[in-house]
């Protein structure tokens, strides 16, 4: 699709991953809505972009907030690409983690994802080109111990994505699932990157992953999977889920030690 006559709506956008999505698109020429909960983040990109795109701070967990965003691109003209990239993350073993922090992430990364998504379909069918945008993860396609809720999400995340896609193929709108593999972001703790580099598991920038994005728009793709070897293990979990199994088992000693590191406190 041709970016630089795109409107768009782009959630999570205060987001080390997000504000690298928004520099990306308004480099393409696109107009952007970007979303985000964090206002003092919103008034640093409204002073960095100034006419180059709106603000609104809204949390999408909250189903006021999702019809207020709804309202608005009702009367913006020309929208025609949403990209789903809020989100929460929270490295635990499952057994610690908190009833209301399994449930927050359900509700932020799955259930207003899928709710936004509904309520905008009947303006992108309205464009003559359109696309529905979700941010996934390689933990969508392998099951990684210290993240559980996270891979729930996001396993929910990739099948979604399959199924509107197919459920569209006879319309104008395409959908497209990005799964980045281990990112630089603030969503990351400390124990995580720590981890990450006691196992070797190679991380990306943000930008790498903004880029990757505005290519695979730009070349009408419908699901993308970041980095190698992670595409190798992807196949492999696919097709012989025990061999990724027993490489994983091998890491447990580690993922447990971090992930009984205490949260630092901001």
């Not at 080390?16 to 308004?26: D, E």
């Not at 207003?112 to 396609?141: D, H, I, R, Y």
């Amino acid at each position: 699709m041709r970016l630089q006559d795109s409107v768009v709506l782009l959630t999570g956008a205060t987001g080390g991953m997000g504000q690298a999505i928004l520099a990306q698109l308004v480099a393409t020429g696109a107009s952007v809505t970007a979303v985000g909960r964090d206002t003092a983040a919103l008034a640093e990109l409204d002073k960095r972009y100034g006419a180059s795109i709106v603000t609104i701070a809204a949390d999408l967990g909250i189903p006021d907030d999702r019809r207020h965003l709804t309202q608005l691109m009702q009367h913006t003209t020309g929208f025609n690409l949403l990209i789903n990239a809020a989100g929460v993350n929270d490295f635990a073993l499952f057994e610690d983690q908190d009833d209301e922090q399994i449930c927050d992430m359900i509700n932020v990364n799955l259930t207003a994802t899928l709710l936004m998504t509904k309520s905008l379909l009947p303006l992108l069918k309205k464009a003559s080109e359109s696309c529905v945008v979700v941010m996934g993860s390689t933990f969508g396609a392998i099951g990684y111990p210290g993240f559980a809720s996270y891979c729930a999400t996001k396993f929910a995340l990739r099948g979604f994505s399959e199924a509107l896609r197919r459920e569209l193929a006879d319309t104008r709108v395409g959908v497209l699932y990005l799964a980045p593999r281990a990112t630089r972001t603030g969503m990351n703790s400390r124990a995580v990157e720590e981890m990450n580099a006691a196992l070797g598991v190679r991380m990306d920038s943000p930008e790498t992953v903004a880029r990757c994005l505005i290519t695979s728009l730009e070349n009408d793709m419908s699901e993308v999977h970041l980095g190698y070897p992670e595409r190798l293990f992807i196949r492999l979990n696919g097709l012989l889920p025990q061999l990724v199994s027993r490489s994983l088992r091998k890491q447990l000693s580690t993922i447990r030690q971090f992930a009984n590191t205490p949260v630092e406190k901001p």
